[in-house]
């Protein structure tokens, strides 16, 4: 796999990774558009994902996104929750992927966490590809165990973290162990874990729609 074609799956899976808003539909008609330009081997679980994605209401994807990444730690898609759990250096890791975006000049998005797999995924696809490459490599095993617990509970996302990992050199055997057997946690003087869920209305009713921006 040349460094285009990583490009087009980590833009692809960056945009199937984004929370399913109004912006879905364009989302899903930019990824087949990208595709095109992978052979089919490549192309062809990601294509499956975008199948999937369209024949659900977008209402539905969102219910699905939301109990998928936000609501369980165990399938969560910020990256420093794998490494650095409920613990006082995981505020310091996000602001490693926020310094390595500044130092690529591109300022860390306001509406996503900086260590969120789908801006990663961008940073990597469309601003520096080494230095996004380094940090998706950096976290290999959590896109792996992350992938396998999708694929146990049957989510179509699964295709698309296989996608993202058949990118890159493979995880180290400790690497994979420690990803498996959970994220690190320390019980004393700690904030709550902040889940990223979508924003409510000040009426209490559903969100009004929900996506990452990418850091451009």
Do not use: C, K
């Amino acid at each position: 796999m040349d460094q285009r074609q990583r490009r087009i799956v980590w833009q692809s899976a960056s945009l199937l990774l984004a929370y399913p808003d109004d912006g879905q539909g364009a989302r899903l008609t930019t990824v087949t558009g990208l595709l095109a330009h992978l052979p089919g081997e490549l192309a062809d679980p990601l294509a499956a994902v975008v199948r999937d994605l369209s024949r659900r209401p977008v209402l539905e994807s969102a219910a699905g996104y939301v109990d998928t990444f936000d609501l369980r730690r165990r399938t969560t898609l910020l990256l420093t929750y794998w490494t650095d759990g409920d613990t006082r250096n995981r505020g310091a890791a996000i602001l490693d992927f926020a310094r390595a975006y500044r130092e690529a000049g591109a300022e860390p998005p306001a509406a996503e966490s900086a260590d969120h797999l789908a801006v990663v995924l961008e940073f990597a696809a469309t601003v520096d590809p080494e230095v996004g490459a380094r940090l998706l490599a950096a976290n290999r095993a959590a896109i792996d165990v992350l992938r396998e617990r999708l694929e146990e509970s049957g989510s179509p996302y699964a295709a698309v973290l296989g996608a993202v990992a058949a990118t890159l050199p493979p995880a180290g055997a400790l690497d994979r162990e420690r990803a498996r057997s959970g994220p690190p946690a320390e019980a004393v003087g700690l904030q709550p874990f902040t889940l990223t869920v979508p924003p409510r209305t000040s009426s209490g009713g559903p969100p009004p729609g929900r996506r990452h921006e990418g850091a451009h």
